[in-house]
């Protein structure tokens, strides 16, 4: 069983930045994409960015040219950059690892608070 763990998280002012990780207790198959979805008040979860095997990647339109997903496929572990963000970003945002298998499990991060305030 993997376990994904986040962290990076907090308060930050309009305009700053985070970085949020994401490592994995065990290995994650290159079948697996992953990713970051995220949960604001009041609305359902939603995704974030992907990053697949051969390092393709997938951003919401609302966070494209503003967060940047990498991943270290060596080290089983996914970052996200976010710049410029804004109170709309404010949410707890979880990590995701999803095979393009329906039969294998799919793993899910406790999440992470993400708070944009002045």
């Known amino acids: 069983q993997v376990q994904l763990v986040e962290s990076g998280g907090g308060l930050v002012q309009p305009g700053g930045s985070l970085r949020l990780s994401c490592a994995a207790s065990?290995?994650?198959?290159?079948?697996?994409?992953m990713g970051w979805y995220r949960q604001g008040p009041g609305k359902e979860r939603e995704l974030v960015a992907t990053i697949r095997s051969g390092w393709r990647t997938n951003y919401a339109d609302s966070v494209k040219g503003r967060f940047t997903i990498a991943r270290d496929a060596a080290k089983n572990t996914v970052a996200m950059q976010m710049n410029s963000l804004n109170a709309e970003d404010t949410a707890v945002y979880y990590c995701n690892a999803r095979s393009a298998l329906f039969r294998d499990p799919e793993y899910w991060g406790q999440g992470t608070q993400v708070t944009v305030s002045s």
């Open positions: 065990g290995s994650i198959d290159r079948r697996y994409a």
